[in-house]
């Protein structure tokens, strides 16, 4: 497949230059990102609720690479990226799961604006400020631009609205470029309920009761023997947001 460049840009209520300027970054991310903890097993938050939009931003921005989806570098071996072509990036969401939380998609070219002139506190098209994000960046692909680009979801017949992080700024790109996808939720992410865990430090074959809030209803595991437990093995139904309790006992410390 031969790979275009981005066509002319589009005029946009967030347009910006399409050359190199100078940035600063002052943003207000650290007063209105709030961090999500998705998988309390892992330390760090893998989301961050934006409370100026209303929706939930995925703290890795890379999170595409290592999967089927994303686009493969033939320069490097095919090693696998942080793009995807844009027909892949939307199959990717449509089935990822970050948490156990599905419902993922691309920024409008709003939302991102706002993160990256607000949140960030950008003032020119060029990344400076990262924010408490992984793995923001630019990955140039083949043809050493297209990789520079972050795809949002706005769609315009055959081309998407793109943004460029290193002066570009807001263009539009055939779907069969390699462009970083940034998933995005809507609304504040609920971390799922605890009702899987582990107990290391349980010297003695130990008992899991867990109890669903909403529904009442309730399980119990005895002599559990091994390092991790998952209520979900001894029938517990609950489903992101349910107040789930887990009490351990029989153990010795």
């Known amino acids: 497949m031969v790979r275009l460049r981005p066509t002319a840009a589009l005029c946009l209520a967030l347009a910006g230059t399409l050359h190199p300027v100078l940035a ?13 903890d998705l998988e309390p097993e892992k330390p760090g938050f893998e989301a961050f609720y934006d409370t100026r939009l209303g929706i939930t931003w995925l703290a890795d921005v890379g999170a595409v690479q290592g999967t089927r989806y994303a ?21 990717w969401l449509a089935r990822a799961r970050f948490g ?23 003032s020119g098209n060029v990344l400076q400020e990262r924010g408490p994000f992984m793995n923001l960046g630019s990955y140039p692909a083949d043809d050493d631009s297209t990789g520079r680009y972050v795809w949002t ?6 081309i998407i609205t793109t943004f460029g992080m290193e002066g570009y700024g807001w263009n539009t790109a055939l779907s069969g470029n390699p462009m970083i996808p940034w998933p995005v939720h ?24 867990c109890r669903n809030g909403r529904t009442g209803q ?8 091994r390092p991790s437990y998952d209520c979900r093995r001894a029938g517990l139904q609950a489903i992101s947001g349910d107040p789930v309790s887990v009490t351990i006992t029989g153990t010795l410390r």
């Open 24 to 36: 600063s970054a002052a943003g207000d991310w650290l007063t209105t990102l709030e961090g999500i």
């Open 218 to 225: 309730e399980v119990t595991m005895e002599q559990v023997v």
């Open 71 to 91: 686009w493969t570098d033939p320069s490097h071996g095919h090693v696998s990226t942080p793009l995807a072509e844009f027909d892949n990036a939307q199959r």
């Open 100 to 122: 156990d939380v599905g419902g993922w998609r691309l920024p409008s070219p709003a939302e991102f604006g706002s993160m990256f002139f607000q949140t960030l506190g950008h």
């Open 186 to 209: 809507d609304g504040r992410v609920q971390p799922p309920p605890r009702v899987a865990g582990r107990a290391d430090w349980a010297q003695l074959p130990y008992a899991v009761r």
């Open 153 to 158: 979801s706005e769609v315009w017949g055959p």
